[in-house]
T-cell receptor
């Protein structure tokens, strides 16, 4: 069993729809949770960073963390074709800066 | 946010030659940088952790004599692929660790595509 599970998709939605992405994890020591967006042939770009359970909102993006269920989510509202990319969840434990990544979910937003 | 650059963005070389890739944190100091390798449609695979002023720590299965890492300053780490072969062709991405208050995360460079002929 992988430490971080993420459905690779692909996920295709029409423009304006809400994109819902999630990851589950098994290591209860994980304290820091991140979502990265990666366009084809580019490096990952940090979208959201959280270090506690609950919700965090930034523009059209909302990240949720539920440590009791070992489950994190990313929601993208009013999706745009420019949101088409691969979204990677990543997490790390306190005092262990190595990131554990999900497989990445490929999202296509259709115009 | 934070900005990390990589140079070159792509390189093509002949088998047997060495290639150096630079990773720079442009607007913050990074005592720790990381080197990843990514194959098509796969997630990132950590190769090594680069620590400023000390030896790099390599992940299991990564040949340290083939992938030389130097972290000479708080803003620069280099990866040298020695005696490159076609199987070394890949997308190499670096990241830099930034600690700001309670936040401790990594910012990634744009990647370097290496093609070995």
């Amino acid at each position: 069993q992988k430490e971080v599970e993420q459905d690779p998709g692909p996920l295709s939605v029409p423009e304006g729809a809400i994109v819902s992405l999630n990851c589950t994890y098994s290591n209860s020591a994980f304290q820091y949770f991140m979502w990265y967006r990666q366009y084809s042939r580019k490096g990952p770009e940090l979208l959201m960073y959280t270090y506690s359970s609950g919700n965090k909102e930034d523009g059209r993006f909302t990240a949720q963390v539920d440590k009791s269920s070992k489950y994190i989510s990313l929601f993208i509202r009013d999706s745009q074709p420019s949101d088409s990319a691969t979204y990677l969840c990543a997490m790390s434990a306190r005092n262990d800066y190595k990131l554990s990544f999900g497989a990445g979910t490929t999202v296509t937003v259709r115009a | 946010g934070a900005v990390v650059s990589q140079h070159p963005s792509w390189v093509i070389c002949k088998s047997g030659t060495s290639v150096k890739i630079e990773c720079r944190s442009l607007d913050f100091q990074a005592t720790t940088m990381f080197w990843y390798r990514q194959f098509p449609k796969q997630s990132l695979m950590l190769m090594a952790t680069s620590n400023e002023g000390s030896k790099a720590t390599y992940e299991q299965g990564v040949e340290k004599d083939k992938f030389l890492i130097n972290h000479a300053s708080l803003t620069l780490s280099t990866l040298t692929v020695t005696s490159a072969h076609p199987e070394d062709s890949s997308f190499y991405i670096c990241s830099a660790r930034k600690i700001a208050g309670p936040a401790d995360t990594q910012y990634f460079g744009p990647g370097t595509r290496l093609t070995v002929l």
